[in-house]
């Protein structure tokens, strides 16, 4: 195995499925990670999420009719929880399948950073999201991974899942004719969180003017509720700001849809975003503390390509493949139970025999529910947040038990001889002079080697 084939499944991937890293070799690690940036199918695994539209529009007409019922005492009403539990988690346990499932590991890691980047979450009892989340995910940043930084940044902020995350379903201007009749002005929230978290970042050069501004132009930007756009976006133009609006010194004078997708775009062009962009994907591939020429690299090719994101991706290949830059991140754990069941390559029948506790479950215990992120920041994307000794503990004790429940099933040393990066000869001796299958399972599951990617 070469050190570039593991460095692509490995570290730019999801980890090494059986027969995916002389696949790499054979057609080349640069290569078989370029060819990831554009024109990929979407994981078969996801065929049968509904779109977005659908799920909202049946979780609108859930509420409605529950509201209904209760209110004329009919006892047989579906608690929400209920609801969420056949709509939501059947479609978690899709993503999982299509991660562990994939041959294009580079591209759904590029999906999972950007996903986190726009961050939506349950968190918070938000049902009306809860069975849609995967959708957005797909609609929004899957769709868009071909193109620009501002085609994606418009479908996150105008999808209808985002918006109701944000609150900004009724922010409507105080000068509006919806705004005067309810009383209230714009929500500022999704205002703040696109300038703070999506494009300039903490000390991007904007103000709570800015944020105001921001808030006003986006205004009127809600879902439909009823009839054909019914759990769609909807650009209310009874609740828009009717003024001129201005954001970072330039004035929006005429109102409507078109001004706030300017304002986007505008954003999206930002000297700020670029370097604040380059910053976090640095981090995610080139390891905590990136090196300064990784970040720039990444700012000039955003700044040339106007944003084009397969160029900027490129340039992650180029610069950390053969590099001498030292490429470790401690795997999340979500990417540890993806890894390991990648490796194990389990589906089916010996899924279910060998894991009886429901994989979100294990994601739980071990901190990283799908799509509960405890803030608009996402998850994040540090050892020192998941590398805590209690956290590690629980990943040893879930491979402990799953090692026991595979038993023989198994040959420990085969899966190390690709599991493992070339490096790891230390814990490949471990696992070859266990006591037993179980136990050298075990040790490869939780060798330090196979913790960081």
Known sequence: MSVAAYRASSHFGLGPRPGELEAIEALGADLWLARQLVGRPAPAALTDVP????????????????????????????SAGDYLRSTMLPQF?????????????????????WSNHFTVSTAGARTLIASSCVAFEHEAIRARLDGSFAAMLRAVVQHPVMLAYMDNLDSFAANSELGRARG???????????????????????????????????????MGREGDDSGRFRFREQGHDTGTLRLLGRD?????????????????????????????LAGHFAGEGADERVVKALEHSYLDSDGDLPSVHAVLIDLLLEGETSLR???????????ALRGLDLAGEDLEQVIPAHRLETLAAMGQFPFQAPSPAGWPDSAEHWGAPTALLQRIDWAHGLAARLGSKVLPTALAAYMLPPQAEGSRRAVAAAESAAQGLTLLLAAPEFQWR
């Open 329 to 339: 991140k401690l795997r999340t754990p979500n990417d540890f139970l993806v890894a």
């Open 93 to 113: 346990e899709a993503r999982l399948d299509a991660a562990i499932a994939t041959l294009d590991g580079f591209r759904e890691r590029l999906v999972a950073f």
């Open 184 to 222: 209230r002005g714009v929500n500022e929230n999704l205002a703040r969180e696109v300038l703070e978290l999506h494009t300039l970042g903490v000390g991007g050069g904007y103000d709570h003017r800015d944020v105001r501004g921001l808030a006003a132009l986006l205004s009127g930007w809600s």
């Open 252 to 280: 929006y004078p005429q109102p409507g849809l078109a001004r706030g997708e300017a304002a986007l775009d505008d954003l999206a062009r930002h000297p700020a975003t670029a370097r604040f962009l380059a910053t976090k």
């Open 51 to 78: 779109p977005s539209d659908v799920s909202l529009r049946e979780m609108l007409a859930f509420q409605r009719d529950r509201n209904m019922m209760r209110q004329a005492g009919d006892m047989r009403v579906t």
